[in-house]
């Protein structure tokens, strides 16, 4: 099922009345991108994106089929989408020169091609997780859950961690003022298992892959892997349904295989996440988007993820008072690619 059919809609992406509100005189194109969903806006008004729009990837041949099919919507056209001439792309990939391939997609494009076809005057390309971590300052109580204990502490270090198509990771470091985002392809670090459980689900993923990353494991399609490892472990034979499958099944406690790929899946998360906030020094909280998590509601408040965060020996304690947040602000890596163009305006 397509989802670019999502009616467009504005989004007012800080509280109050920031920068005035004072409209543009040309709209800022704005896209996040990620192995599976392409969103777009457009920028009109500082803290106001309109014409958002949801595509899949995968019903596009390239980047530039999908900015021309945004571009002609009706939305887009009444916003004034024809008339961007300075743009900003977050997406899930490495951003290092004009040339971007993604790891989780098919896509690839030259920055100077993509500027050259839409007449762009600027085009920012930035990893869709350093965007994503620039929207956290802005975020108000009501774009986050948190979940456990502890207490942030004003201007340290934020943690970013992630889970949809891939394991997207980031940091926020406070410089002065300002904050500066870490680029970081953390979710490719090798993963470690705790259990004996993960110990298999590892060892069976090592015949399939050879290298095993947090990415193989807690993502999407990390989800179908650990089903079926948890499946022959339990008995029985595992059934041909996809990772969204799982999740619902899950949720709904339809199939306690799904229960426990679930749990199994929000453990995983835990250590990843402790091992990120460990290693930043995330004082200032741990913050955990992407597209899975927010679904699982309560079942993810009441999983394991909690106590394998804080699970760390000597350093148990140091964990427990760093909070962790699930981000629930609609489009975020949006609001984060709006404040990065501000900054360069």
């Known amino acids: 099922m397509k989802i670019e059919n999502i009616p467009q ?14 409209r543009y ?6 896209a996040d991108i990620g192995g599976s969903n392409a969103r777009f806006g457009l920028q009109t008004a500082a803290g106001r994106i309109d014409a958002i729009w949801v595509a899949e990837c995968a019903a596009y041949p390239t980047l530039g089929a999908a900015i021309v099919q945004y ?19 977050a997406i899930a990939n490495p951003i290092d020169g004009d040339a971007v391939r993604m790891t989780n997609h098919h896509w690839s494009f030259s920055v100077e091609a ?6 762009l005057n600027s085009l920012h390309v930035v990893n869709d997780f350093a965007a994503l971590a620039r929207s ?4 108000s109580a009501q774009h986050r859950v948190q979940v456990g204990g502890g207490e942030a502490r004003e201007r340290g270090v934020i943690g970013l961690i992630g889970a949809g198509t891939g394991l997207g990771v980031s940091g926020l470091v406070p410089v002065g003022k300002e904050w500066v985002a870490l680029d970081s392809e ?49 008995g029985a034979v595992p059934q041909g349904i996809d990772s969204p ?20 899946f929000c453990e995983m998360l835990g250590t990843i996440a402790g091992n990120v906030a460990i290693t930043l020094g995330a004082r200032g909280g741990m913050y955990i988007g992407g597209g899975i998590v927010p679904r699982l509601g309560d ?25 962790t947040y699930v981000i629930t602000a609609d489009y975020p890596a949006l609001m984060g690619m709006s404040v990065i163009l501000a900054e360069l305006a």
């Open 71 to 89: 571009l002609s919507q009706p939305a887009t056209v009444a916003a004034g989408g024809y008339q961007a001439r300075e743009a900003g792309i």
């Open 299 to 323: 079942f993810f408040q009441r999983s394991g993820f909690r106590a394998r965060f804080e699970h760390k020996g000597r350093f148990s304690g140091y964990l427990s008072h760093i909070p």
């Open 114 to 119: 993509i500027c050259s076809q839409f007449s």
């Open 9 to 22: 809609h504005s989004l007012a992406i800080f509280d109050g009345d920031e920068g005035g509100g004072a």
């Open 136 to 139: 956290v300052p802005f975020l």
């Open 186 to 234: 953390g979710g490719h670090s090798t993963f470690a298992a705790v259990s004996e459980r993960e110990i298999e689900i590892v060892r069976h993923a090592q015949q399939r892959y050879g290298h095993v990353s947090a990415e193989r494991l807690v993502s999407g399609p990390g989800i179908r892997l650990i089903y079926e490892v948890l499946a022959e472990r339990a």
């Open 245 to 264: 499958q799982i999740l619902e099944r899950g949720l709904r406690g339809e199939c306690m295989v799904c229960v426990e790929t679930l749990e199994t």
């Open 25 to 30: 005189e040309r709209p800022w194109l704005l």
